[in-house]
């Protein structure tokens, strides 16, 4: 069964420079979910899309921006990074949202250093 | 605003001993909760997922209970191999849009 694809899978990157992360969702699934896991912590929500429009935001920095595009896929957008953006970043699919009690499947995360 | 919190941080036990895992969260209206496991550096595995309606999911040697009223959830590992050694995480969905508001994790060593 096709699961979630997150591109690329590391990444390693200055501070200041930019950076891209991309999700695929599972085929089907409207809903993409953006999460941020620092060393030795539990993961923090940032952004979530639904068909296309932003359906809520966490924690996210205003130096990071997402959207997500007409074939579902999303990408997180990380501007001016700093030392503290160093994390894995998890994206999940699912197939509606909270109400659709449906479960989130997680992609194998990017793992962002920033040097 | 909703807090997931798990007790212990850490467990070690010795191979074949059954053993719980404990979860619980502030706010009891929920949509469902899933326990999830992360290897070190890996990516996260959903194990089990209990709609708020239901009471425990079972799958294999592992059975979850939920009481929400409560505010509580129990992982219940039966018969502890070397290989369930991993973070185990519990997370709530307690808005409509389905963010996971995740607890920080029990770490568990299983020694043969």
């Known amino acids: 069964a096709a699961g979630v694809i997150q591109s690329p899978r590391h990444l390693i990157k200055e501070k200041r420079e930019t950076a891209t992360l991309k999700c695929y969702p599972i085929p089907r699934h409207d809903t993409v979910y953006w999460y941020q896991q620092g060393p030795g912590q539990d993961p923090q929500f940032l952004i979530s899309f639904y068909e296309k429009m932003q359906s809520d935001k966490g924690s996210i920095p205003d130096r990071f921006s997402a959207q997500q595009f007409s074939d579902y896929h999303s990408e997180l957008n990380m501007s001016s990074l700093e030392l503290g953006d160093s994390a894995l970043y998890f994206c999940?699919?699912?197939?509606?949202?909270?109400?659709?009690?449906?479960?989130?499947?997680f992609g194998p995360g990017t793992r962002l250093t920033v040097l | 605003k909703q807090e997931v919190t798990q007790i212990p941080a850490a467990l070690s036990v010795p191979e074949g001993e059954n053993l719980v895992l404990n979860c619980s969260f502030t706010d009891s209206a929920i949509y469902n909760l899933q326990w999830f496991r992360q290897d070190p550096g890996k990516g996260l595995t959903s194990l089990l997922l209990?709609?708020?309606?239901?009471r425990e999911q079972t799958s294999g040697r592992l059975n979850a209970s939920l009481d929400k009223s409560s505010g509580r959830s129990t992982l219940y590992i039966a018969a502890s191999q070397p290989g369930d050694s991993a973070t185990y995480l519990c997370?709530?969905?307690?808005?409509?849009?389905?963010?996971?508001?995740f607890g920080q994790g029990t770490t568990l060593q299983v020694k043969p």
């Open positions: 209990i709609q708020s309606s239901q």
């Open positions: 999940a699919s699912s197939l509606g949202q909270g109400w659709s009690k449906d479960t989130q499947y």
């Open positions: 997370a709530v969905i307690s808005s409509n849009t389905g963010k996971l508001i």
